[in-house]
């Protein structure tokens, strides 16, 4: 049976989150997917069609967060962007809709050498959105970007550059780019409708990949957010959770640090103890991860197990600051199993803590009512099961992302020795 689990505001929530990664371009995700929008009503496409090409507007830039780039490799339209390979392979191995994948592999590339229409579309829509600068006003820059399309058009789909006059001399379209008050109402009033429903198993599939995002931005956190989705649903089994709450929980463990996108790696890497200013840096992601789930009031009891792991019963947590009276059982579960989860596995910092020292540290916190007693009882009483789980879980999750690691290092080679082997025959 599916769910009220709408497949688009997932999507919205993990192209909100990555477009934190970048200060200068936020909303860059949405705005590309209001002008392919536009330009898949002008050609006609069917509603599957439009759902593929929205979908992939909002992720199209996949690949950057892996990568490092700060969005400057935007700037760059060739179709070596490796991002866009990155954003593939991610899709592709984590048995995504192949379709999206190969749109968003080929979204850098010319129409000669792409006959995927849904990408050309994006193409030409990421290079108008990416041409408009910020502190002019979009209406003086028509000619200068409708000159620099005409200069490069032979890289573009004949369709819609037949199309392209219309849209981009129309005021109200170029305005309706730059507000993301009517892109959102644009958006949403159009997925209203339709019927994109996820069942649980499939939203835990997509949640999965979404903690790939987050968390493969460090080596250190590779396999943080598959070791919590081990540790927090055996703890809830063991408060007789049915089956449908545990698979809750479970997409929440992966959800959970969906806000860390906007966290520079370097901190995320930093070997010694943060500084403040890195501390409150670090602390916000929970804020973001709030944000990033507040697309539906369906996702509102996943949102909030995800986004309070580090409010405190006495109040001293963050970002809310809630207190025992704000929180309920599965999100102080949530509370317990990241702490275990954090001090058991390796940081960058130290190795994971052995069994004597995880016991004390959980145990004080419950006695200074920073944690839930009876929660961290019931998890020492069961240390081992939930330990080796926790450990199989992320031993998987280091190998798979040990895998993706070394193909996409292939690939990085294939792609440098193109270039090079393209500059000395220039």
């Known amino acids: 049976m599916k769910e009220n689990y709408n497949f688009y505001n997932i999507i919205k929530s993990l192209s909100y989150a990555m477009d934190l990664i970048s200060k200068t371009l936020v909303g860059h995700h949405k705005k590309v997917a209001y002008v392919s929008y536009r330009f898949g009503l002008k050609l006609g496409l069917d509603i599957k069609e439009m759902k593929k090409l929205i979908a992939a507007s909002l992720l199209h830039d996949l690949g950057i967060f892996y990568l490092d780039q700060e969005y400057q490799d935007l700037n760059s339209d060739d179709e070596n962007n490796f991002h866009a390979e990155v954003g593939y392979k991610l899709l592709e191995q984590n048995c995504f809709d192949p379709e999206i994948a190969d749109i968003i592999r080929y979204h850098h590339h010319d129409y000669s050498n792409n006959q995927n229409q849904l990408s050309n579309i994006i193409h030409l829509a990421d290079r108008i959105v990416v041409l408009i600068s910020d502190g002019k ?7 200068h970007i409708k000159k620099v399309i005409e200069n490069n058009k032979e890289r573009f789909c004949p369709e819609c550059l037949k199309l392209f006059p219309e849209l981009i001399e129309n005021e109200a379209f170029c305005l309706d780019i730059i507000s993301e008050k009517v892109i959102s ?4 009033n159009f997925f209203e409708d339709i019927d994109w429903k996820l069942d649980l198993d499939e939203l835990i599939n997509v949640s999965k990949l979404i ?3 987050t968390d493969f931005r460090s080596p250190f956190t590779a396999a943080h957010s598959q070791g919590l989705a081990a540790v927090a649903p055996a703890l809830a089994e063991k ?3 049915s089956k449908r709450e545990c698979k809750e929980i479970k997409a929440a463990a ?12 370097e901190i995320l890497n930093k070997k010694g103890k943060p500084t403040k200013k890195e501390w409150n840096i670090l602390r916000s992601h929970t804020y973001y991860t709030y944000q990033a789930l507040s697309t539906s009031p369906k996702l509102d009891k996943i949102r909030n197990m995800a986004a309070y792991h580090h409010e405190k019963l006495d109040g001293t947590g963050y970002p809310f600051q809630l207190d ?10 949530m ?5 275990f989860t954090a001090i058991t596995e390796d940081r960058p910092y130290r190795k994971g803590m052995k069994k004597n020292k995880v016991e004390k540290i959980l145990t004080e916190m419950s006695l200074s009512n920073k944690i839930d007693k009876d929660i961290v009882a019931t998890l020492l009483e069961n240390y081992n099961e939930i330990n080796q789980l926790r450990i199989e879980k992320q031993k998987n999750a ?3 992302y040990q895998d993706f690691r070394e193909k996409i290092n292939e690939k990085r080679l294939f792609y440098l020795l193109k270039e090079t082997s393209n500059e000395l025959y220039k």
């Open 254 to 265: 992966y959800l959970h640090d969906i806000g860390k996108l906007m966290v520079p790696t």
């Open 211 to 213: 903690s790939h995002i």
């Open 137 to 143: 006003s979009v209406l003086n820059q028509v000619n």
């Open 239 to 241: 408060y007789n959770y």
């Open 335 to 339: 509370a317990v199993a990241d702490i």
């Open 324 to 333: 025992k009276k704000d929180l309920n059982l599965s999100e102080r579960i």
């Open 398 to 400: 280091s190998d798979y």
């Open 185 to 188: 109402k644009e958006l949403d």
